[in-house]
C-alpha cells in the first residue's frame, strides 16, 4: 500500500449542495485521521462547488463534465493517493469510527480487495429510520450467489483495497445505475474476496431525489448487467449453468420487487416471478424474496419495521399474485407450486408475528407447514407457531419475567 497517504476518500457529487457539506463533516470528524478527501463535482448545476470551497485547504476539489456516477467515481480513484479507497456517497455520512474499524480490518487481511460494513437509514433530514442494511459477512462464494441473486452492499460502506485489485478495474461507465454491483460480481467472479463488518458504521440516506426510487431504469440495468457477464436470455434455462441461472432469476426477481414496492404493480410482479422461478426453480425456497413481498410497499428506510405496514392486505396480494402466477399450466411452475406457497406463507407469518398479530401469524405459519410439512421440523416454524397461541399479554409477562 502506498505511504504519502494511508486512506482516500472519493465523494461524488452532482447537485449535493444540500447534503455535500455533512458527507464532508463526517470524514473530519473521524477518529482515525490519516486520510485525504477528493469531492468530484460531476457536472453541478447548484451550489455544490461553493459548499466545497468553504472546506478549502481539507478537500480536494475536482470538477469534470458530468459523466454519470461512474464516472465521477473513476475519476477519484484515478486521483487517489492511497491504495486504500473509501466510497462515501454525498448525502450519506459516516459514523465517527468507521475509519478506524475499517483500516483495522484492512491491517487485519490486506489480501482482500473490498470490506464493508452496514448501514443506518436516515431521512432527507438526517432522522434515524428503523431499517439496517448491508449486514452479509459470509465467505466470497457466499457473497457471489447472494449477490446474483440481489445486491446487498451500500457504496458508502465500502472501501476499496486498489493494491489487491488489477489496474483498470474501475466501474464501468457504460452503467448510469448499478455500476457498484457490476464491479462486486466482476470482482468476486474474477476470484477476489470480500471482508465484511457487521457493525453500522454510516448513514445511509433514502429520499425521492435518490436513483434508486427509478425502478424502470433499475430494471433495465439490471438485465444489461445480466447480459453482460452471462449473455442474452435465448429461452432455454434448461441448458444453462448454474451461475446463469441464478443471475436471471436475481434480474427478474428485481423485476418482481421493484414492480411491487415501487409501483403497487402486482400484475407485472407475477409476470416477472413466473419468469424468475423459470430460470432458477431454488427462488421456491428463497424466505427473503416472499419476505420483501409480504411487505409490501412498505416504504425504503422502514422495511421490516412495524411502521407503515398493513401484513393483512399484503397478504392478500401476494397469495393473489401466486394465484396469477400459476394460472400458467408449465410443468417447470407446477414442480415448485407447493414450495412456491409454503415458503411464501412462512413469510407472511413472520411478518404478522413480528407485528404481533399473532391470531394471522397462526393461520398463515399453518398454512405454510400444511405445503411444507418439512418446515415444521428445519426452521423456527414450530417455535413461531407455538408462541402465537399464547396470545401477547402472556408473551410480555414472560419477557419481564426472563429480564428481571
Not at 416504504?299 to 396480494?317: F, L, M, Q
Request: hydrophobic fraction near 35%; aromatic fraction near 10%; glycine fraction near 8%.
Amino acid at each position: 500500500m502506498k505511504k504519502e497517504v494511508f486512506v482516500s476518500v472519493v465523494i461524488p457529487a452532482y447537485n449535493q449542495s444540500a447534503y455535500v457539506a455533512g458527507a464532508i463533516e463526517s470524514v473530519l470528524s473521524q477518529t482515525y485521521k490519516d486520510f485525504e478527501i477528493i469531492v468530484v463535482d460531476d457536472g453541478s448545476t447548484d451550489d455544490t462547488r461553493a459548499v466545497v470551497e468553504d472546506y478549502s485547504g481539507q478537500v480536494r476539489y475536482i470538477h469534470q463534465e458530468n459523466q454519470g456516477l461512474a464516472g465521477a467515481r473513476n475519476t477519484g480513484i484515478h486521483n487517489a493517493r492511497s491504495s486504500l479507497i473509501c466510497l462515501l456517497d454525498a448525502d450519506d455520512q459516516w459514523l465517527p469510527q468507521y475509519l478506524e474499524r475499517m483500516t483495522s480490518l484492512a491491517m487485519e487481511d490486506q489480501g482482500a480487495a473490498i470490506y464493508y460494513c452496514c448501514a443506518q437509514a436516515i431521512d432527507k433530514d438526517g432522522k434515524k429510520l428503523p431499517q439496517i442494511f448491508g449486514c452479509q459477512t459470509g465467505g466470497s462464494d457466499d457473497l457471489l450467489d447472494v449477490l446474483l441473486r440481489g445486491n446487498f452492499l451500500i457504496p458508502s460502506t465500502v472501501m476499496m483495497n486498489y493494491a489487491s485489485i488489477k489496474s483498470g478495474d474501475y466501474f464501468d461507465e457504460n452503467f448510469r445505475r448499478i455500476q457498484d454491483r457490476e464491479l462486486w460480481l466482476r470482482l468476486l467472479k474474477q476470484g477476489y474476496y470480500f471482508r465484511g463488518l457487521s457493525e453500522v458504521l454510516v448513514n445511509y440516506r433514502v429520499h425521492e431525489e435518490s436513483l434508486s426510487v427509478d425502478a424502470r431504469g433499475g430494471q433495465q440495468a439490471a438485465m444489461a448487467l445480466v447480459v453482460k457477464h452471462f449473455g442474452i436470455d435465448d429461452g432455454k434455462p434448461e441448458l444453462w449453468d448454474r451461475q446463469k441461472r441464478r443471475a436471471y432469476g436475481g434480474a427478474y426477481r428485481y423485476h418482481v420487487l421493484s414492480s411491487v414496492q415501487r409501483q403497487g404493480d402486482w400484475k407485472s410482479g407475477a409476470h416477472y416471478l413466473g419468469k424468475a422461478l423459470e430460470v432458477d426453480p431454488t427462488l421456491a425456497g428463497d424466505l427473503k424474496t416472499f419476505y420483501e413481498l409480504a411487505l409490501g410497499r412498505q416504504p425504503a428506510g422502514y422495511r421490516g419495521s412495524t411502521e407503515k405496514v398493513d401484513i393483512e392486505e399484503n397478504a392478500g396480494k401476494v397469495m393473489r399474485l401466486l394465484d396469477d402466477v400459476f394460472q400458467v399450466n408449465r410443468v417447470g411452475l407446477q414442480a415448485v407450486r407447493r414450495k412456491v406457497y409454503g415458503t411464501a406463507c412462512y413469510a407472511i407469518g413472520l411478518c404478522a408475528y413480528s407485528t404481533r398479530q399473532l391470531a394471522f401469524s397462526r393461520k398463515y405459519l399453518g398454512l405454510a407447514g400444511k405445503y411444507r410439512p418439512e418446515l415444521w421440523f428445519s426452521s423456527k416454524l414450530a417455535g413461531n407457531w407455538l408462541k402465537s397461541w399464547l396470545g401477547n399479554r402472556l408473551l410480555a409477562k414472560l419477557r419481564r419475567r426472563v429480564q428481571t
